[in-house]
T-cell receptor
Framework: NAGVMQNPRHLVRRRGQEARLRCSPM?????VYWYRQLPEEGLKFMVY????????ESGMPKERFSAEFPKEGPSILRIQQVVRGDSAAYFC?????????????FGPGTRLTVL | GESVGLHLPTLSVQEGDNSIINCAYS??????FIWYKQESGKGPQFIID?????DKRQGQRVTVLLNKTVKHLSLQIAATQPGDSAVYFC??????????FGRGTSLIVHP
């Protein structure tokens, strides 16, 4: 059973370009979470999605950031017109259910560098 | 011990010693807690969890203690090994089911 997969592992973008980060959850998991981690800090929640629905996007900036989890295919975190402050590690996690237990399995992350 | 400034708190131990990593959580309504281990360049990995109706839970070489009175969580690692070197995060979860992560503690195990 493959774990959570993220690609690319490393992404370099110039200011103003778009970044697309992909996350494939564990098999059977329909809950996906995106987090951002700055150096020497904990993970900060961005958005929680179920298939085709955004459940909670309270941690995601209102501008330039969007996320989706289509019926088929991976979840996508999209950052438009990137700025240097977007440089961080972005982690995706998935879980089987949300009630009665919230153990989330994390992917290896995508390290975004904005030049 | 702890370092100041922007660096992570750091705990240095000798191989074979027991390690205790502490975490203070903020929300008294949190009812589920998880400890994660994050190795360099990797995502967080689940270690052990505990619910608020318990004050202790044991796993393999790890024990989590919960003190709700002072909102304190600790992770004890027995017979620490070099492979335990990593950053350890506690996370608290309340009614929103979205975990709030602490800043982390860096554990360094010297052979």
């Amino acid at each position: 059973n493959a774990g959570v997969m993220q690609n690319p592992r490393h992404l370099v973008r110039r200011r103003g370009q778009e970044a697309r980060l992909r996350c494939s959850p564990m098999k059977g998991h329909s809950h996906v979470y995106w987090y951002r981690q700055l150096p020497e800090e904990g993970l900060k929640f961005m958005v929680y999605l179920q298939k085709e629905n955004i459940i909670d996007e309270s941690g995601m900036p209102k501008e330039r950031f969007s996320a989706e989890f289509p019926k088929e295919g991976p979840s996508i975190l999209r950052i438009q017109q990137v700025v240097r402050g977007d440089s961080a590690a972005y982690f995706c996690a998935s879980s089987l259910k949300v009630q009665g237990g919230n153990e989330q399995f994390f992917g290896p992350g995508t390290r975004l560098t904005v030049l | 011990g702890e370092s100041v400034g922007l660096h992570l708190p750091t705990l240095s131990v000798q191989e074979g010693d027991n390690s205790i990593i502490n975490c203070a959580y903020s929300n008294s309504a949190s009812d589920y807690f998880i400890w994660y281990k994050q190795e360099s360049g990797k995502g967080p990995q689940f270690i052990i969890d505990i619910r608020s109706n318990m004050d202790k839970r044991q796993g393999q070489r790890v024990t989590v203690l919960l003190n709700k009175t002072v909102k304190h969580l600790s992770l004890q690692i027995a017979a620490t090994q070099p492979g335990d070197s990593a950053v350890y995060f506690c996370a608290e979860i309340g009614g929103s089911y979205i975990p709030t992560f602490g800043r982390g503690t860096s554990l360094i195990v010297h052979p």
